[in-house]
Structure formats: C-alpha cells, structure tokens
C-alpha cells in the first residue's frame, strides 16, 4: 500500500478525484498530514467516514518511530527512526541563530564510495520515497514541538541518485498549505551526478545547490571519490556555470581539508584558478575521521590560512562550524544503522 505522504498537493487531488472526490477533499487531507501532522485518517474529523474507509483500504499514513536520540553538548540532536519495514535511517536537528535546521537522509546506504564518508562500505539498501524524506522533518518537529525553517540534503546518501523522490519531498515541503519551508531554505548537496545538475538547472528550483568538490585536481578528487571518474571536474565546473547562468544563483561548494591530501597552498592555487569569477561560496570542512578512514583533519591554523588564502585571491570561503561531533551526527559520520547495532 502506498503512503499517502509520498504524494505532491496536486498528485493527491488526483489521487482523491480518482476516488470519486472532489479536489478539495486532497487540500483539506494535505492540511491534516503536513500541517496537523495527524497519525491516522480516523483523526481527520472534517472528511466523511466512508471516505476516511476508502483511504484506509487504498493507503497508509507513515509515522516514524524514534528508535534513539542522541543529543550533544551543542544542542545537536541525532534520530536514528524506524521505518516501516525493518530498516532505518539518521536525519540530525542543529540549531542556528536563524532558526532550527534539520539533515536529512536520501537514501537508505549510498553507492557513490566517497573514501572519507562513513556511508562508505555499507550496502546500499534502497531510495527513500518523498514521503519518507518529509517524514524526518514532521516526525522532528513533533518531537521539539517547533517548527524546522532549514532543510539540508546532506545526511545519508546522494539525493541526485534518488532524484525524482527528492523533487517531489521538495514540493511537498515547499507547498504553503503544508510545512512551508521556502525554497531558499532548502539545500541539496550532490557529490557531482552532472545530467541531474543540468536537470535541476532547468526545473528553474529555487534551493541553494551545494557540490562537493574537495579538490581542483582530477587525480586527487578522483583518489577520494570514485564519481569523479564518471563526470570529471572540468565536466562539473561546465554543469555549475550552465546552472548558475540558468538560476543566477550562487553555489556553494564544499571543502573537507584533509592533512597532506588537499589542503597546501598548491591546492588552493588549484582551487581558484577553477573557481575564478564564478558567483559561489567555498565552504571548508575540517574533515572528520571515520573508523579505519585514511584522512585525518587538517589543523585548525592551516584552515584559517587556507580561508584566509581564498579570500585574498577573490574566492568566498568561510569555515563551516562543526556541529554534533561529540555524537557521530557531524558531516559524513552518519551510518544506516541496524535495529540494536551499528554496522
Ligand atoms: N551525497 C551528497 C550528500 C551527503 S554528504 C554529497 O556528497 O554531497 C554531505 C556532505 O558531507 C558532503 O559535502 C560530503 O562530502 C561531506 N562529508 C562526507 N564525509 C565527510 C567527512 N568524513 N568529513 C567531512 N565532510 C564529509
């Protein structure tokens, strides 16, 4: 049976027309889903009993168990939910001075074998579906009892490899009638799956775009993630412009520093010789070690000299404050983990 949530406001007018309804019927059941956040049709007290029947025979409203919480010393909160067949994912709560941001996860594992990321070496299992990337968010703010104002696409796996799914939990999040998290709010974070940049070019989406390039070199950018052998740098950079000429947006690019690997001044000079007069935004990651990982991070001093460094030849780099370390919820250290395990 599908999840009712894994539809869009106009997929679900068809849905509901499809059962000899009518349209208004599909906005009233989308307000008790994405902004009362009902658990069971039998909650929605404005619709007929016989419909709420139909809807029960046709469909199930998924609800996330919270398996375990974590919370760290900087207020960072780690879920670890149970879907509804045995598997289960992390979706992470960091809290800004703009307001609460949620990490969502895209996939259940993921295939890209980025060589610094903790999701590396875990078989992939399967795609969430947009009613499951929607459900982190809902399945937070219940349990805070506040609203989420940020959505980043940067927990476990790669939203581009689940691209169809991620657009439509976009709309869905976006839809004024339900959670209405402004596009701009959103961002999605790709390892680089170049047609699908040119895709998201061209539905003209207003989120921000984040690509992962942590290096200018296509010898060391390849040695850390294997996608750079299907779509190279100069492949990336050429989808970046096509996307920023399209939307007139700004990217961000992101950076995890590993000592020795890509974080000397030579990597720098790389780094802006390629990304000279682009409109974007660099944001450096200290990397974080994973178990076994060959990557350690770069020190503190050498970040700042590497920002300080892009700065002065005309790049935009900040440094991204690290949130959640202390429990395994910073960047890339997020595993799909078994019912009373980790694998
Ligand atoms: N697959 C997507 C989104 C998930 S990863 C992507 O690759 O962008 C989210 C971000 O965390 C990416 O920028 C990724 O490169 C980064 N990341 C992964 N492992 C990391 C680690 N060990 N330390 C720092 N950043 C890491």
Known sequence: ?????????????????ELGEKPFRAEQIFKWLFVDKVKSFDEMTNISLELREKLKQNYNICNFEIIKKQESVDGTKKYLFGLSDENAIESVLMEYHFGKSVCVSSQIGCKMGCKFCASTGIPFIRNLTSGEIVEQIIAIEQDIGDKISN?????????????????????????????????????????????K???????NIQCTLSISLHSANNKVRSSMMPVNNAYNIEELIKACKYYIKKTNKRISFEYA??????????????LIKLLKGMLCHVNLIPINKIENGKYTKSSLENIIKFRDYLNANGITATIRRELGADIDAACGQLRRKKLGGNI
């Open 151 to 195: 959505v980043v696409f940067m927990g476990i796996g790669e939203p581009m490899d689940n691209y169809e799914n991620v657009i439509n939990a976009i709309k869905i999040l976006n839809n004024p009638k339900g959670l209405n998290i402004g596009a701009r709010h959103i961002s999605v974070s790709t390892s680089g799956i170049v047609p």
């Open 257 to 270: 520093l590993a000592k020795d690997n890509n974080d000397n001044i030579k990597d720098a000079d790389e």
């Open 197 to 203: 940049i040119y895709d998201f070019a061209d539905k």
């Open 1 to 17: 049976m599908k999840n009712i949530k894994d539809y869009n406001l106009d997929e679900l007018k068809e849905e509901i027309k």
